[in-house]
């Protein structure tokens, strides 16, 4: 299958392109300086030049809080930038999958959010994804929106890897701890997609690790685990309120999802994240060695 991958520059984007290479995909990945998503007539030519069975969309305005400042920004990326996606793809006939996420619910469900549960997103980047969200449902006649949460992965910045810097230089860390959502390793989203894009089961799915934690439960995960593996963790951790830390954009206090599309479709769930996150933090070892 001919495959094109926005965002390939991402953290989500470099482990796509490996796995579906891996899996023998012919694989175009597009990075900001190869494809701006908000030049419409620039993301026709490359999508009718490459004419992919699929195109993938990671390429996203991701900056949480910055967003609320940077409104117009923030929906020019992830809305017009998705919507021009989508119309290219369509031109060639193209499944086309958007990459979404937990911000577009308002987190202050009960229960874990289901697939077709009113949306309800209460930051600017929330409201941005969602809007990206309904232009691919109104524009794409074949698509697969796969909302997820909690991304990490050994390519560019995280949670993980700032948590055990932090665990290895400082005597003691606070983490909240009234938050609680699903990690989601890179490499399992990766290859959770690579298994959708040979189906023609279209619509929304949510795509995370198993199981759910607060990012204080996480954390403590996190230095368990890079113990056992030889990492010197000197920090105390401490559970902490939300309060305690005001951020500009608001945090879900619920971002867990349960993967009914995933069951009712007959596709693998991806595995609990206690394992996703040994996976990675045995890939981050070796890939330091």
Same mark, same amino acid.
């Given at each position: ?6 965002? /390939?520059a991402g953290q989500l984007g470099m482990d796509l392109v490996s796995v579906l290479q891996q899996k023998g ?26 004419? $992919?069975? @699929? %195109?993938?969309?990671?390429? #996203? ?9 940077? %409104?117009?920004?923030a929906h020019l990326v992830n809305a017009v930038g998705t919507r021009n996606m989508a119309v290219a793809a ?12 937990? +911000? ?8 874990? &959010? ?16 969602? /809007? ?19 991304? &990490? ?6 949670? %993980? ?23 989601? +390793? ?32 996480? @954390? ?18 401490? $559970? ?15 971002? %867990? ?6 069951? #009712? ?10 394992e996703g996150l040994a996976e990675f933090l045995k890939q981050l070892t070796e890939a330091k060695k």
């Open positions: 299958m001919r495959v094109l991958v926005t965002g /390939a995909h012919k694989v175009l990945g597009c990075d900001r300086s190869a494809l701006d998503i908000t030049d419409d007539e620039q993301c026709q030519q490359v999508v009718e030049s490459f004419k $992919p069975d @699929t %195109v993938i969309h990671c390429a #996203a305005y991701t900056a949480v809080d910055a967003a609320e400042t940077d %409104v117009d920004v369509e031109k060639v006939g193209a499944k086309f999958v958007y990459i979404s996420t937990d +911000y577009v619910f308002n987190g202050r469900s009960d229960a874990p &959010y289901q697939e077709y549960d009113n949306t309800d997103p209460q930051s600017v980047y929330g409201k941005s994804k969602r /809007a990206g969200e309904v232009l691919v449902q109104s524009l794409s006649s074949r698509y697969f929106i796969v909302r997820t949460s909690w991304v &990490y992965g050994i390519h560019g910045n995280n949670f %993980v890897k700032t948590m055990l810097r932090l665990g290895q230089e400082k005597p003691q860390i606070q983490v909240v701890n009234d938050q609680k959502g699903s990690p989601t +390793y890179t490499v399992d989203l990766a290859s959770f997609l690579e298994e959708l894009i040979r189906t023609e089961k279209f619509g929304i799915y949510h795509a995370s690790n198993s199981g759910e934690c607060t990012w204080f439960e996480f @954390t403590k995960a996190i230095f368990e685990e890079a113990g056992k593996l030889g990492f010197k963790i000197t920090a105390q951790l401490e $559970p902490c309120t939300t309060e305690q830390f005001p951020r500009p954009a608001p945090r879900p206090g619920n971002s %867990v999802m349960d993967h009914l599309s995933i069951r #009712a479709n007959g596709l693998t769930d991806l595995r609990p994240w206690q």
